[in-house]
């Protein structure tokens, strides 16, 4: 049995920067595809960004990519989402996946392909 919990997240003003961690206990860490999901206040979970297992590849939102880095530590068991450039849309509680099977590309932003999920991080973006 996977456990996630995430830390990191807080107040920050529009414009900057925050990184979260997502560390994992109870699994091979190196095996997991792992993922970043947020869900905006009154909406539906959304996907952020994922690491293939074993670092092979990684993936974005398309509406995000070149803002949020995605990076994992398998030495430390930890998940990372480094982020920058922040705006109010992207207020909302982050969570942190992780699934045992090796998911292909087109279904890493799938959140069903997860087994494992946090309780996850507020992040709210405002002056």
């Known amino acids: 049995q996977v456990q996630l919990l995430e830390s990191g997240g807080g107040l920050v003003q529009p414009g900057g920067s925050l990184r979260l961690s997502c560390t994992a206990s109870g699994g091979a860490f190196r095996g997991l595809t792992m993922a970043w999901f947020r869900q905006p206040p009154g909406k539906e979970r959304e996907f952020v960004a994922a690491t293939k297992r074993q670092g092979f590849g990684t993936s974005y939102d398309n509406s995000l990519k070149g803002r949020f880095t995605i990076s994992r530590d398998n030495a430390k068991n930890t998940l990372y989402l480094q982020m920058s450039s922040l705006k109010p849309e992207g207020t909302a509680v982050y969570l942190c996946?992780?699934?045992?099977?090796?998911?292909?590309?087109?279904?890493?932003?799938?959140?069903?392909?997860?087994?494992?999920w946090g309780h996850g991080t507020q992040v709210t973006v405002s002056s």
């Open positions: 996946a992780a699934s045992n099977r090796g998911l292909i590309t087109s279904s890493l932003a799938d959140d069903q392909q997860y087994e494992y």
